[in-house]
């Protein structure tokens, strides 16, 4: 393809991407005033809506910061990023600085104001590595050099987000970081070892360590033996999926929201919008996080230097893989996981830290068309060899069409 083509598909991708993720923040409002307004007084009124809009406004001036910072300044401040992420983890589990909600030391409050540190960290792990991996690609096949800090980096943040405890979003850093890790070049001998030598430690741990998740293990496997206990969240959900039929029972009508499902407008939201507009609405929130899904790694295909590669490949790994456990969750084919749904569900860290994601994969792909507008339009860009494929090769080749 040409720069100019080249150009062009970066426009499409940047465009086709900001547009799904409007339309998916817009629904998102409509669904947290509709899941929320049976839970608030009428003096409260329109509370959790106007709050959503205040967090959407603050997630908005997030993704513009990092659509406008050159990307490639993540690099020089690698090492700043990696410490204010893993101090943000350990800050958390401190008493007086991290509140306790619901058994899990996950939050700080400021006032009204609750920020949940691995939403932000997850960010934060995607700068680190993306601008560490890119410094060290020709030191990744090492086992030593380049391998083992990138990925004591990501054990680190693991068990501190483990320990607060939240197992779920501890999985999704330990899946997206090891994707990079491995995505930079990694050796795939050294990826078994990893794998082989941390993967019985923690089952072993959360066997006997973390009895409630059994417990939802064994509810996921036989629902209807707990529906009054640890299945009990995943059987409203599919009784208010149920109720939706084909086209849904009706913006607003939703019965299961009326105190029978639990978390409606935050990690069930999806559930309501089930009922209340049907599998067609649900298929169409799924066909919107695919496309998503695509233009991101439009975006990581495009890339000219492996920094570029592997931000936009882990925000969208982090959207992505998210939006599918918490989509798994609420239709039964996963056990039950705390995990909010990307750009619907009701709360400022989950909005504002993937709006910041959004915002990086928008920088790549406006920093690529930048360079390559620079470049004779007759000219041919060359794509990622299959070679050197998934480890980016910085600035492929531009050669005469």
Same mark, same amino acid.
């Given at each position: ?16 991407? %900001? ?44 993704? %513009? ?138 089952? +072993? ?41 084909? +086209? ?11 105190? +029978? ?25 799924? +066909? ?62 989950? %909005? ?7 915002? %990086? ?41």
């Amino acid at each position: 393809m040409s720069a100019a083509e080249v150009v062009k598909d970066l426009r499409s991708a940047r465009n086709v991407l %900001l547009a799904a993720v409007g339309l998916l923040a817009v629904l998102g409002l409509i669904m947290v005033y509709s899941a929320s307004w049976a839970r608030v007084s009428d003096a409260a009124g329109n509370y959790y809506l106007f709050r959503q809009m205040t967090w959407l406004a603050a997630a908005a001036v997030a993704a %513009l910061f990092f659509w406008m910072v050159d990307y490639r300044v993540w690099v020089r401040l690698r090492y700043p990023v990696m410490f204010c992420t893993l101090l943000l983890l350990a800050a958390v589990l401190m008493p007086g600085v991290g509140s306790r909600i619901n058994g899990a030391r996950r939050w700080f409050r400021l006032g009204t104001i609750g920020i949940q540190a691995s939403e932000f960290a997850r960010v934060g792990m995607v700068v680190f590595l993306a601008g560490f991996l890119s410094t060290r690609k020709d030191k990744i096949t090492s086992f030593w050099r380049g391998f083992l800090p990138a990925v004591v980096f990501v054990g680190a943040g693991f068990v501190l987000i483990a320990a607060e405890p939240d197992i779920g979003m501890a999985l999704l850093w330990a899946v997206v970081g090891g994707s990079l890790v491995f995505a930079a070049g990694s050796r795939i001998s050294h990826v078994f070892l990893m794998t082989a030598l941390a993967v019985p430690p923690f089952l +072993f741990v959360v066997a006997t360590r973390f009895g409630y998740i059994m417990a939802r293990v064994q509810a996921y496997l036989n629902p209807a033996a707990e529906a009054t206990g640890k299945g009990y969240q995943a059987m409203q959900s599919m009784i208010a999926l149920g109720r939706g039929g084909l +086209f849904g029972v009706g913006l607003g009508e939703s019965v299961q929201k009326m105190f +029978f499902l639990p978390e409606p407008h935050t990690d069930f939201i999806l559930a309501v919008l089930g009922e209340e507009l049907g599998f067609v609405g649900v298929l169409l929130v799924i +066909f919107a996080f695919v496309v998503i899904a695509y233009q991101g790694l439009r975006i990581t295909f495009w890339a000219r230097d492996t920094v570029g590669h592997l931000l936009a490949l882990g925000a969208t790994l982090l959207v992505s893989v998210q939006a599918a456990v918490n989509i798994g969750v609420v239709t039964g084919a996963l056990p039950t996981k705390g995990m909010a749904l990307p750009f619907l569900s009701y709360g400022g860290s989950n %909005l504002v830290s993937t709006f910041a994601l959004v915002g %990086l994969l928008a920088g790549v792909a406006r920093r690529t068309a930048a360079e390559l507008r620079s470049l004779a339009p007759t000219r041919t860009f060359t794509v990622v060899p299959t070679e050197c494929w998934p480890a980016p090769c910085d600035l492929p080749d531009v050669s005469e069409a």
